[in-house]
């Protein structure tokens, strides 16, 4: 279906349906327009015109800073950037932390590490900090990326701050969207498709907006052989044979209010344990301290670097976890995943791709307050109970279950005290 809205009334509707955006926060949105427009007019009229990049463009820019999940929908459309432009050289703006778990792999011919305070920072007072020594390593950075000469750069953040950058970065041209603010900083200003909310969907329309075609809009990762082997290694290593039905549970999430519970996971993976005779890999972060308390002896633990907790990951048959990374990663592995949502909007967040359930209070008017929460504690995932995630969880292994057996094509399988043929 096509959007009715004309360009101009897609993008202000674009503030109601694809960002929250309240009357203060636009208000600053607009005095600081109003503080550069002029210094920006002023320069891009000054400095010699420059011709347009036509369709040989050699250096791209991605500019996407962030976390995990934001990478993870990023895959499908840097897929398609790549079969758009086969000549052409992609860098990406890469979050420091997230460099090592992406720079080997196929994503972009280079990626960059990139900080700034608002994307490091939790506190608001932390983020624009103006005493901060990070400025002059941020204006140092823009200054190397200045000299570069990007033909194209390319945000789907619809960010005021990241249209600003690739405006100072002096890319030829400069796709994003206007609409949350700073689009005079681009040279074109995309027109939202509000029946396409999803953050994948949101970058890959800035493809469309350039003519070029989708390859896929179902973030993949892959692993190479030697990870396969070493994830097999780890799973006999810790008793688990061939054959077995797998259940991932990760309890942890990186902001605490996404946090739905230890005690809650583990209640629910200890009922699938038992009827289904599963095995349980309880997930955590080697970084990180979890609670033994709730942790059955019989599950297996699992604390190990990216890649590695990626390949174990993957030989799961489903995981059970909160609105995080690991959801991301997930569905990127094809594995199928039930998600437990608390502060944050599915329709823009949630997991992509066939298999996956969302568990979540729906009549919380307060979502997405982007891990701001007004209450005392986020009543949205207190309110979520045992009961429906479980409910949920084997909705899904059944299905899985099925699948594998029309796959394998062995004898019936029995789950709990029920035969299925």
């Known amino acids: 279906m096509s959007d009715p809205l004309l360009p101009n009334k897609a993008s202000e509707a674009a503030r109601g349906a694809l960002i929250r955006m309240g009357p203060s926060k636009h208000r600053m949105v607009c005095a600081f327009e109003t503080f550069v427009f002029p210094a920006v007019w002023v320069i ?12 040989s463009i050699r250096e791209i820019l991605v500019i996407e800073y962030w976390n995990i999940g934001d990478i993870v929908n990023l895959l499908p459309f840097l897929e398609s950037l790549r079969a758009a432009y086969p000549a052409a050289r992609v860098s990406l703006l890469i979050n420091p932390a997230m460099r090592s778990a992406f720079e080997s792999r196929s994503l972009a011919d280079e990626v960059i590490p990139f900080t700034t305070l608002w994307s490091t920072h939790f506190n608001r007072w932390q983020k624009y900090n103006p005493f901060s020594l990070r400025w002059f390593q941020l204006a140092k950075t823009l200054m190397a990326l200045r000299r570069r000469k990007f033909d194209l750069a390319l945000t789907g953040r619809m960010d005021i701050r990241d249209n600003f950058l690739a ?6 041209r400069r796709v994003g969207y206007g609409f ?3 689009g005079f900083f681009l040279t074109d200003v995309v027109t939202p498709d509000l029946n396409r909310p999803h953050r994948s969907q949101i970058w890959l329309q800035l493809l469309r907006h350039l003519g070029k075609n989708i390859c896929s809009e179902i973030p993949r990762l892959r692993l190479v052989e030697s990870e396969k082997a070493a994830a097999a290694g780890f799973l006999r290593k810790n008793g688990i044979g061939d054959g077995e039905l797998l259940v991932g549970v990760h309890p942890g999430a990186r902001v605490p209010t996404r946090r739905w519970g230890e005690a809650n996971f583990a209640a629910v993976a200890t009922r699938i344990e038992s009827e289904f005779k599963a095995r349980i890999l309880w997930f955590a972060d080697p970084a990180e301290t979890y609670s033994s308390d709730c942790i059955s002896p019989s599950w297996i633990r699992v604390a190990l670097p990216f890649r590695e907790f990626l390949a174990v990951l993957a030989r799961c048959q489903m995981l059970i976890c909160n609105d995080s990374g690991p959801m991301h990663l997930s569905t990127a592995l094809g594995v199928p995943v039930v ?9 823009w967040f949630g997991p992509v791709g066939p298999g996956n359930r969302v568990v979540i209070r729906p009549e919380f008017w307060c979502r997405p307050c982007f891990d701001y929460c007004i209450f005392n504690e986020p009543y ?23 699948e594998i057996d029309l796959k394998t094509a062995h004898r019936p399988r029995r789950i709990g005290t029920e035969t299925r043929s």
């Open 167 to 172: 405006w100072l970065i002096d890319a030829r």
């Open 44 to 55: 891009e009229h000054v400095r010699p015109q420059r011709e347009p990049p036509n369709e």
């Open 180 to 182: 949350a603010g700073g």
């Open 339 to 347: 998600a437990v949502f608390g502060p944050t909007q599915p329709v």
């Open 380 to 402: 949205c995932l207190r309110t979520i109970t045992v009961e429906e995630v479980f409910k949920t969880a084997t909705e899904s292994l059944r299905e899985v279950i099925q």
